[in-house]
């Protein structure tokens, strides 16, 4: 403990007990093996992402992704009207995070493409994929576009995970992935 100074002044020359060498190797050990475990995971853990990112002026993207919506909407949500839409196959779908909403409601077709593009128009949230666990951050003024390909019909969740204020808590939305020929 530093509460009196040290009784030697030169104590940085002291010999290194053998108990903190150990210390000191297992730790750097540890570094090593999580670095690892990130190329390992990368391609064995199907949970971190190859998106492409560029960079996006945030009333850009809201733009896109308004236009987005009122070309595709379908219907609208029955207890909060956020629209639902619906991309064509193999198309382009957006979805934009803000205080504290991920807007709109997308509708996929299972075993179709899509290249989705998700960024904030204003601060740093987390994007979350449930019960899946597909995890992106999302920061304004970056575009993610990510391939993706729903294998699973289903209602899917879409929570904040980085906290960004006093609504993070109710920051969802929602991803429909219907079987082609149902829904609409
Ligand atoms: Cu958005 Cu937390």
Redesign the pocket.
């Known amino acids: 403990m530093a509460i009196h100074p040290p009784q030697s002044r030169v104590w940085w020359k002291e010999p290194i007990a053998k108990a903190e060498l150990v210390w000191i190797g297992v730790a750097f050990l540890w570094g090593l093996i999580m670095f690892f475990m990130m190329i390992y995971w990368h391609i064995y853990g199907q949970q971190n992402l190859s998106t492409q990112v560029g960079r996006i002026d945030p009333a850009v993207f809201e733009q896109r992704t308004n236009d987005f919506a009122e070309k595709f909407k379908v219907r609208e949500e029955g207890d909060t009207g956020i629209p639902v839409v619906k991309p064509p196959a193999g198309g382009d779908a957006y979805m934009l995070?803000r205080?504290?909403e991920w807007w709109p409601v997308l509708e996929l077709e299972k075993g179709k493409s899509y290249k989705l593009h998700i960024s904030s128009l204003d601060?740093q949230?987390?994007f979350s994929l449930q019960p899946i666990n597909m995890n992106i951050q999302v920061h304004p003024g970056l575009e993610h576009v990510v391939t993706i390909t729903p294998t699973e019909a289903g209602i899917y969740g879409v929570v904040?995970?980085?906290?960004?204020?006093l609504g993070?808590h109710v920051?969802t939305g929602r991803i429909y992935v219907v079987d082609s020929g149902q829904g609409g």
Do not use: I, K, P, Q
Not at 160 to 165: A, D, Q, T, V
């Open positions: 995070a205080t504290y601060l949230h987390g904040c995970n980085e906290y960004c204020g993070h920051m």
